[in-house]
């Protein structure tokens, strides 16, 4: 397929861009939601998963069902020394499965939840948490930075925990906020080559991260946010896309809330 590719389409079925995204931690949650909607727009999608084989696999090839294209490679985003070998995988992507060189996007999504005090957070687990929420989205975007065209999009996934303080998540929270500085700091550097940099902060979404919400935290959760309940994954995907595509071309060093007014 070249760059040039169009397609017709219905309200159900894709059209192709030949652009193409990087989506990490896309087997399941905002990550599988944000491929969905970003292979829905027209991209292909090159999602990643670590332990999560047959969820991004059924994910491919619901995508492929719809007309879209989507390739699932395992990453393991707290393993730096492995990023080279994925870029290469990518590399051979791009040009086996959509006969380019070039990536439109990046989603530094990828993450897990952990609730504890900080009297109790041990070196092991605050380790963990900064070397995939911080140290990985760091290197790599700049592993993968070469492979990014003129008006490419990247887009790291934050959190709204990072303004509304809430005990048992400090070390998480901790590095999404400086997962936000991280992304201003793209958006300067990288401007030059004409690459965007925002970061998207869900509020209370329903997803499995941190174990999920049971009937009393989402009563808490939806009591404090505007809208009444708590947000669903989709919700967050289609802003996410839209900032990978020409909607959102002159944003740029931006944080954006999705939260339905979280904390007011």
């Known amino acids: ?149 003129k008006g490419a999009s990247i887009v790291n996934l934050t959190s709204a925990t990072t303004r509304v303080a809430t005990a048992g998540v400090a070390p998480y929270a901790a590095f999404k906020a400086g997962l936000q500085v991280l992304t201003r700091y793209m958006a300067k550097e990288f401007g030059e080559q004409g690459i965007r940099a925002n970061s998207v902060s869900p509020g209370a979404i329903r997803t499995e991260l941190g174990g999920g919400l049971n009937d009393e935290f989402e009563a808490l959760l939806s009591s404090q946010t505007a809208l009444g309940r708590v947000g669903e994954p989709e919700e967050v995907a289609r802003v996410i896309a839209s900032l990978l595509s020409e909607d959102g071309g002159w944003i740029n060093a931006q944080d954006i809330e999705v939260s339905g007014g979280y904390v007011v």
């Open 1 to 149: 397929m070249s760059n040039n590719t169009r397609a017709a389409t219905t309200a159900d079925t894709i059209v192709t861009t030949g652009d193409v995204v990087v989506i990490t931690g896309g087997s399941r949650g905002i990550g599988a939601s944000t491929a969905r909607e970003a292979a829905r727009r027209g991209f292909g999608v090159i999602l990643t998963y670590n332990a999560s084989p047959d969820a991004a696999h059924a994910l491919v090839r619901d995508i492929a069902d719809r007309g879209g294209k989507a390739v699932a490679l395992r990453l393991d985003v707290a393993a730096v020394e492995a990023f080279g070998a994925f870029r290469a995988e990518v590399e051979q992507a791009l040009a086996t499965v959509w006969e380019t060189t070039h990536l439109a996007g990046l989603v530094n999504n990828a993450g897990y939840g952990l609730f504890q005090p900080i009297a109790g957070v041990t070196q092991a687990q605050f380790d963990g948490l900064l070397k995939v929420h911080l140290k990985g989205p760091f290197f790599l975007t700049q592993t993968l930075l070469p492979l990014l065209r």
